[in-house]
């Protein structure tokens, strides 16, 4: 039986599931679910969401009422960090983290990071930018956002001129988040944005055949 995803196209913790599933060649079932955006938009604007989220049978399986979530041979499992961890370590532990404990942690903590530095700098400005209709757009926070997004991407690059990926010389599960993250700046800022060193990595993952899960821009831009 194929493993079942409840998420969004547009939302980039559904992406990492998507990106490791294509790394993995797995068969998957993606059933649209979110309480703010829908095939239109955000709600904001006053599109209507895909919902889902907010059912009795939804919160059963995520209390959240956030996505995505995963079912896979009857066990059921949200936060998409653990989601990777998962798959990692059920389906190809050679190729997510080399079988080795050390790059296992050091992809660990670049996921745990990029949740905490990257993800909310990058939700804003999207936000800021994108998503909210004009009137309820704050440039100071757009601003400030931008200014965070340039410290996150000096540590990112500093790591990138030591390593080819980002938690060792091999690609891991750590560089799936990374490489949402810095396609989503491409397509945000600019190539030009990138460092020669971010640039270099950037043509390296979205080389990958399994990029093509995230490429299409309007997976990222979406308003
Ligand atoms: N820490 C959670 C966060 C989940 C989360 O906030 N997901 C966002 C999408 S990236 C969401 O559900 N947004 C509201 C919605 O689409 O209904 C994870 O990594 O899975």
Known sequence: MSIRIWGRPTSARTQKVLLALAE?????ELTLASGTMGAHGHVAKGNEAFGVVDTPDYR??????????ILDD?????????????LAMKYDPDRFYGS???????????????NNELIPPMHNLVK??????????????AAASRAALGRA???VDTQLS???????DSWSYGDIPMTIRVHRWALLAGVDALSPTLARYYAEVSARPSFDAIRDP?????G
């Open 24 to 28: 993995l060649g797995l068969p998957f």
């Open 100 to 114: 080795d404990i050390g790059r296992f942690a050091s992809a660990a903590r670049w996921i745990m990071w990029e």
């Open 74 to 86: 009857g066990f059921v499992l949200w936060e998409s960090n653990a989601i990777l961890q998962y």
């Open 162 to 168: 030591r390593t080819r990926h980002i938690a060792s």
């Open 218 to 222: 309007a997976m990222h831009l979406a």
């Open 128 to 141: 800021h930018t994108i998503r909210l209709p004009e009137d309820q757009r704050d440039p100071e926070i």
């Open 153 to 155: 991407w000096g540590i």
């Open 60 to 69: 059963a399986m995520n209390p959240n009422g956030t996505v995505p979530t």
